[in-house]
């Protein structure tokens, strides 16, 4: 006759499945939104969607993945006391962590790159891109490289999840405290990399101050992931405490995936919330025009005449939309862009705000009527071109 087997402490069939299901369902519903938000502004309202753009949506389809894993883990279970698991599912388990994690440092990649891209759209001085491009090529290499030993932590990899397999693998808890702190060091790095030259930026305080907030939000993905570190040392009871580490980590990211959208969202605010965009803050612009169109006083009689006309318009508080901080040197004497007007561009209001430090002076040539010159075609009709001068003198 059989021994009874120990009846065991009811506490253990206590079940927690269902906190990764509704912490991953919140946070990646709210990526999404961001990402949906940061798409429809970036391709349709200004029509600039660029690989920043792609970056972050490639970064949201692997949280995805890395969330759905976590997600189905409950289903091998993730959540509840290893001792009253099916232990016939347990290789099932550790296969889908092991493909979390994989995806986790894929889409962590992708957040930091779509970040890092996005400042090169922006901050386009020769000193800041040169930088940025130092820091990409830095956090790139980092991340390839633990995105790398991640996938082939075990030799063969099946032996992650099948220790039985003859082989080999790296031990999990240096290696996750090693991959955690270089993380935390490459957020800071993207995160600190902007900072100097907004603070550099002839503003006002309250709009410096605002710009430098909307760009810091990222720190808080780092104390995210300072946070993690705690919960990556596990017990032999795995399934019930790898909840923490695994909600954690998919917060992580769709963290960073807000953050990297919430700067790129206000020409769709200022769409349902006029006063974002409009400040007291007036910009004025210097138009020199020449033409030939027969009008007394203002057309072309002999070698023409020049016209000056002074505009201003409002501007409102300078978001990192509003930037694209224009500098042709390191010396910050701005840049001279010249460029043919298509159809839907003539009569569009280009401008830079004064208090960037930037003075635009805009000169329109007007060339119409019969051609001077045999050489011109007939049919040429209107030409306009546009140049605009950019100083860092004042009027």
Sequence with gaps: ??????????????????????????????????????????????????????????????????????????????????QVVDLSLLWKYFRTFYVS??????????????????????????????VITGALIFVALWSISQLLVTIFTCTPIEKFWKPEVEGTCIPNLPFWYINAAGNILTDVIVFATPLPALGALNLRKSQKLMLLGI????????????????????????????????????????????CACLPTLRPLLAKFVPSIGTSKNTSYYKQHASGRDGTPGTGYSGAGRMKSVETSSERGIVYPEDIELHGGSD?????????????????????????????????????????????????????????????????
């Design 215 to 258: 760009f810091s939000l990222g720190f808080f993905t780092c104390a995210i992931s300072i946070i993690r570190i705690q919960y990556l040392k596990l017990s032999p009871d795995v399934t019930w405490d790898n909840v923490e580490s695994s909600c954690w980590s998919i917060s992580e990211l769709c963290s960073g995936i807000i």
């Design 331 to 395: 010396s910050g004497k701005g840049v001279r862009t010249d460029h043919r007007l298509s159809g839907h561009q003539q009569g569009r209001n280009h401008y830079i705000p004064q208090n960037l430090g930037f003075q635009p002076e805009m000169k329109t040539e007007i060339a119409s009527g019969i051609p001077p010159s045999p050489s011109m075609r007939a049919d040429r009709g209107i030409e306009v071109k546009r140049d605009f001068v950019i100083t860092n003198g004042s009027y």
């Design 101 to 130: 994690i994989v995806l986790y440092n894929g889409s962590l990649t992708a957040i930091k790159i779509a970040f890092l891209l996005q400042y090169y759209r922006i901050l386009t001085t020769q000193r800041m891109r040169r």
């Design 1 to 82: 006759m059989s021994a009874l087997q120990e009846p065991l402490d009811p506490a253990l069939y206590e079940s927690r499945a269902h906190i990764p299901i509704a912490v991953i369902t919140v946070v990646l519903s709210l990526a999404s939104i961001a990402v949906g938000l940061r798409t429809h502004t970036r391709a349709v309202i200004l029509r600039q969607f660029g690989i920043d753009d792609a970056t972050a949506i490639l970064a949201l389809i692997l949280a995805y993945g890395s969330g759905i894993m976590v997600a189905s883990n409950t289903l091998y279970g993730a959540g509840r006391h290893i």
